[in-house]
């Protein structure tokens, strides 16, 4: 046996930490449900994982700081808010720890205004979600058309012409990306049911 290989190929004691501060724990909280939508939302419009999003916000240890410092120390809990449970990296929610033990703020509260971050984001997914909504409509109609097209032309020249030859192979391609694009909108859809406004929360008053 290579010992001197062996011995290197351990992990170091700086690597073993990075790989155990990503280590995927849970933790619950109580948020408002606009919010958790929120980060449900953006996750699937930006194809990431939602502990993705969860651990950009909180690993930000300066941010958490300066959130903090902007909220005030005796805030109510919010009776809107539900309890939800995430997936979050051990470094996420260590760093969380560290923020609100030395800060007055609550933990929900640092949470909800990290969140706010995300907004945004959100605004250009939503306003990029209703140009795509208007772009589907003229591509729904224009596929109409072209099936109409293809049908007067089986009816009046026959299945056995050339241009028919041509044009149904084209459509059948045009059929399958039109069932693509339309599974994406559909998708995107929970984006334009949250509304802007709702998201928007300031710091919580006394």
């Keep these: ?86 997936v979050v990296s051990k470094r996420s929610l260590s760093t969380l720890e560290v923020v609100t033990k030395h800060a007055a703020a609550s933990r929900n509260d ?35 058309q072209a099936n109409f097209l293809l049908g007067e032309i089986e009816q009046k020249i026959g299945k056995d012409d050339i241009l028919y030859s041509l044009l149904e192979p084209v459509m059948a391609q045009y059929a399958k990306a039109f069932a693509d694009i339309k599974k994406w909108v559909e998708k995107g859809k929970r984006i334009s049911t949250l509304s802007v406004d709702a998201l928007k929360q300031g710091p919580p008053e006394h």
């Design 110 to 144: 640092l949470i909800e205004q990290s969140i706010q971050r995300l907004l945004p984001v959100f605004e250009k997914e939503h306003e990029r979600q209703d140009r795509r909504e208007d772009a589907f409509n003229r591509i729904e109609n224009h596929f109409k």
């Design 1 to 86: 046996m290579n010992i001197e290989k062996e011995r290197n190929s351990l992990p170091r004691s700086g690597n073993l930490n990075d790989l155990l501060g990503k280590k995927s724990v849970r933790a619950t909280f109580k948020l408002r449900p606009e919010a958790i939508e929120m980060l449900s939302i953006l996750a699937a419009q930006l194809g990431i994982k939602q502990k993705s999003l969860f651990d950009y916000l909180m690993e930000d240890e300066d941010a958490l700081h300066a959130i903090a410092q902007s909220l005030p120390s005796d805030t109510a809990e919010n009776d809107n808010r539900i309890q939800k449970t995430f």
